[in-house]
């Protein structure tokens, strides 16, 4: 009973008074999970129209989300997309760019996910490890559910502190997913390195190998 009566958006714990599951803060953390695609598991529709509802819903708001965040990158550094291409620019054009990603890199790891983790860690009762982890784990849009914002029942939390958590994700998405392009384009140019290297080995010693046949050649003629 106490389980149905959870799912359905009570909360056992408590008086009359106690909130419920759907309240605006909890309803906004939770559209925020839809169009962000992190879907945490925690809370979700159990009517069939509510549940209706969310699979029209998340259509439409993920890629007007996802478009969003495109946007946001885009603002964040119009030139970061280019970086991985250092290595085909001149020196000093390609040293400047290295220096504006450590930066990008620094502040974004900084604002996202080593300050973070020490509020969650006062406001959740969490270690900072756990706090690192739920960060982590929300922004990569893993979204696993063993560690949620504002769930622990015992504790009393401003309804406020919801919507704030939607903004970082929304922000901390867009700049680790800048982050992610980042890293695949330089492992795509390091692989691509790589086998021209091997490429050009190879034809180095066929080219070796044919002089040598060619002397060989002439001298036993």
Not at 30 to 43: D, E, P, S
Not at 84 to 90: A, S
Not at 196 to 213: D, G, L
Request: aromatic share 14%; charged share 15%; with cysteine.
């Amino acid at each position: 009973i106490i389980v149905e009566a959870w799912e359905k958006g009570l909360n056992p714990k408590g008086n009359a008074t106690t909130p419920s599951n759907w309240d605006f803060s909890n309803s906004f953390f939770f559209a925020g999970t839809v169009i962000t695609t992190i879907g945490y598991g925690h809370l979700y529709p159990t009517t069939v129209p509510g549940q209706v509802f969310c699979v029209f819903y998340a259509l439409f708001g993920i890629p007007l989300n996802v478009a969003f965040l495109n946007q946001i990158g885009k603002g964040l550094n119009a030139h970061l997309v280019a970086l991985g291409r250092c290595t085909q620019e001149p020196e000093g054009s390609g040293v400047m760019k290295v220096m504006m990603m450590g930066v990008f890199l620094t502040s974004g790891s900084l604002l996202f996910l080593v300050c973070p983790p020490m509020i969650f860690s006062y406001v959740e009762g969490w270690s900072y490890g756990e706090g690192f982890y739920f960060a982590f784990i929300t922004l990569s849009t893993i979204g696993f559910g063993d560690y949620v914002l504002g769930s622990n029942p015992s504790k009393y939390y401003i309804s406020i502190y919801r919507c704030l958590a939607i903004l970082w994700i929304i922000f901390g998405l867009a700049w680790l997913s800048i982050v992610f392009n980042l890293a695949a384009e330089m492992v795509e140019n390091l692989i691509y390195l790589k086998m021209h290297k091997s490429e050009v080995i190879k034809e180095e010693a066929a080219t070796q190998k044919t002089e040598e046949q060619i002397v060989q050649h002439r001298v036993e003629i």
